[in-house]
């Protein structure tokens, strides 16, 4: 399925770029000089979208990009990558650890490769890579980690699962999904932190992501109900401990899932969700437009997730249909939730998590950094992994293990 969307992306990604300068000059994108300067600086600091890259390969890489070329962009860090999944493949009987190591450089090489959406074939291949040599990796897991195959509409929802090894009947699990440049395999591999403590996960490529077979829509929670019948399906999981985990626009699905799914949610936690202003047309041009926040690209990439949309025109129109309050949800009964946020995010308005924080039946629980920025991150205080192991965990594994 993946290999067919390229050519769709490519011609939502043209559109938007396009329409955008029609719009404004201030909030312009970086130019490559200025995103080769600010991604390795992101890969020295251990700040996203560069976590676990090596600033030597994002260099490297960057000495065969000249232009904004999406394929030249591509080739580079596939060139990088290649040399360590080459190596990996070579080591896996003698070296196990080192191929590991290789594969998981490979990995995160490939996933930026595709960076942020795969939007032409050079990129879709970068994007397949990436999932091969992120399933090579997976391949070392202990537990392990199953594919699943979940029906749906025709298609089918892929999905990571992984359970902890030594249960004593069903367990709980949390359902996690990602954010607009994210993927299931990030996901996947911060969630093996929750293992320990006897909870599973199943990790899932939100509406318009990755391989999701749907695009973003009023209704496409639909897939996401999808996915807890199947949880709620297997016999390892304890089908009254389920919750939810969303990043960005995952937490969009999470907190929407949070209403439409409050009798079979145990919980959300949710960072940065979007919930009405960010939907809004002034949110649109005056703050994603050029967002310096974000690398590059992100409103072609919003764009590309988007049922339709193949216009900046048409994305102002369409934006505020996807507004909880337009849908009439916000204020409705909830299962209780966990709200992370930055004050200084410039990519979903803090309005919102206030917003959200007042309303429903249930009390919620918020971890708002005055000092953070998207995610409540915060470079060299609170940084993702911090944020991820000492207030998501916790609460999930408050959520999951408490007596309903």
């Keep these: 399925m993946i290999r067919t969307q390229f050519c769709c992306t490519l011609l939502l990604a043209g559109l938007a770029l ?77 070296d196990p650890a080192k191929a590991n190591a290789d594969y998981i450089r490979a990995w995160h090489l490939y996933s930026f490769g595709r960076w942020p959406i795969p939007a032409s074939p050079g990129k879709q291949r970068s994007y397949e890579k990436a999932i091969e040599a992120f399933l090579d990796h997976a391949k070392f897991y202990d537990p392990p980690l199953e594919v699943v195959h979940i029906p749906f509409e025709g298609k089918e929802i892929i999905g990571y699962l992984r359970l902890p090894r030594d249960r004593k009947g069903p367990v ?12 299931k395999e990030d996901l996947t591999e911060s969630f093996g932190a929750i293992l320990p403590f006897g909870i599973g996960f199943l990790a899932v490529d939100g509406p318009g992501t990755g391989q999701a077979p749907i695009k973003v829509s009023e209704n496409s929670d639909r897939m996401l109900s999808k996915v807890i019948d199947y949880a709620q399906s297997r016999p390892e999981i304890d089908k009254n401990r389920i919750a939810m985990h969303g ?105 919102d998590e206030y917003l959200l924080l007042n309303k ?45």
Excluded: C
């Design 247 to 351: 990043v960005s626009w995952g937490a969009y699905w999470a907190t929407k899932m949070d209403i439409v799914e409050h009798s079979r949610l145990r919980g959300a936690s949710a960072q940065s969700p979007p919930i009405d202003e960010f939907f809004q047309k002034d949110f649109l041009m005056n703050s994603l437009l050029g967002n310096r926040e974000y690398l590059f690209d992100q409103v072609p990439a919003l764009m590309n997730i988007l049922d339709g949309v193949h216009t900046l025109d048409e994305m102002a129109e369409y934006l505020p249909k996807m507004s909880l309050v337009h849908q009439g949800l916000l204020g409705k009964p909830m299962a209780p939730m966990l709200v992370i946020a930055g004050v200084r995010d410039t990519q979903v308005p803090i309005a």
């Design 18 to 94: 396009t329409s955008m300068v029609a719009y404004t000059q201030e909030q312009r994108e970086r130019t490559i000089e200025e995103i080769k300067t600010e991604a390795i600086h992101r890969a020295e600091v251990g700040q996203y979208p560069l976590i676990g890259l090596d600033p030597s390969d994002v260099k490297e890489a960057f000495e065969h990009i000249q232009t904004k070329d999406k394929d030249e962009w591509a080739a580079a860090f596939m060139h990088v990558a290649d040399r360590y999944f080459n190596e990996a493949r070579s080591l896996e009987k003698t």
């Design 360 to 404: 429903g039946d249930v009390p919620k629980e918020a971890w708002i950094n005055p000092q953070g920025g998207h995610l409540g991150r915060q470079v060299g205080v609170w940084p993702d992994p911090r944020i991820f192991k000492e207030v998501i965990i916790p609460w999930l594994v408050k959520t999951l293990q408490a007596a309903k």
């Design 172 to 183: 709980p699990l949390v359902i996690a999904v990602n954010g607009l440049d994210s993927r």
